[in-house]
């Protein structure tokens, strides 16, 4: 039976990296395959927060989980970095200057190059319906400051699990 072993960049052996072998069965089709590789491949996520402290602990703590980051501090930022960059997932903070993020996921989800892409809101000011107006602008999730370190990454891990 063929063995294909995956190396990824989520660090579990001596070499830093986790290593999975997969074996061929006649139920194992290349979907299955390419579903494993995808999920371990480090997956493209966009933060788009105007707080720079948080931006930053968002990414290093999103980066040392395997996913590739991007950041943006802004709405037109993040609009003018999705021509270049396809992230799977946007954490996008709600109080932006300028264009609040809101306005900018109404634009994601309503641009057809994009509206796919799984957009979880961020918020110090949680308050009472704030969580239906970020899904009624097109968000898929909500999740509120200060995040916890310790659930995020398996948050977005949920968030990602949640289109297959």
């Not at 943006?72 to 609009?79: E, F, I, N, R, V």
């Not at 396809?86 to 709600?94: A, G, T």
């Not at 918020?123 to 310790?150: L, N, Q, S, V, W």
Request: net charge neutral; hydrophobic share 40%; aromatic share 6%.
């Amino acid at each position: 039976m063929p063995v294909i072993s995956v190396l990824t960049a989520k660090s579990r052996n001596a070499q830093g990296k986790l290593a999975i072998s997969l074996r061929f069965t006649e139920s194992f089709c290349v979907k299955t395959l390419l579903y494993y590789v995808w999920a371990m491949a480090g997956e493209p996520i966009l933060i788009v927060d105007d707080n720079q402290l948080n931006l930053k602990l968002t990414r290093i703590l999103l980066e040392k989980n395997g996913y590739v980051v991007r950041t943006a501090d802004d709405g037109s930022q993040a609009l003018a970095l999705l021509e270049e960059f396809n992230p799977s997932l946007i954490l996008m903070d709600v109080q932006l200057p300028g264009m609040d993020g809101l306005e900018v996921t109404r634009r994601i989800k309503s641009n057809p190059a994009t509206n796919k892409i799984i957009v979880v809101a961020l918020t110090a000011y949680a308050m009472k319906g704030d969580d239906e107006k970020a899904r009624a602008a097109g968000c898929d999730g909500y999740i509120t400051k200060p995040i916890d370190t310790r659930t995020l990454p398996s948050q977005i891990q949920g968030y990602l699990d949640s289109r297959i």
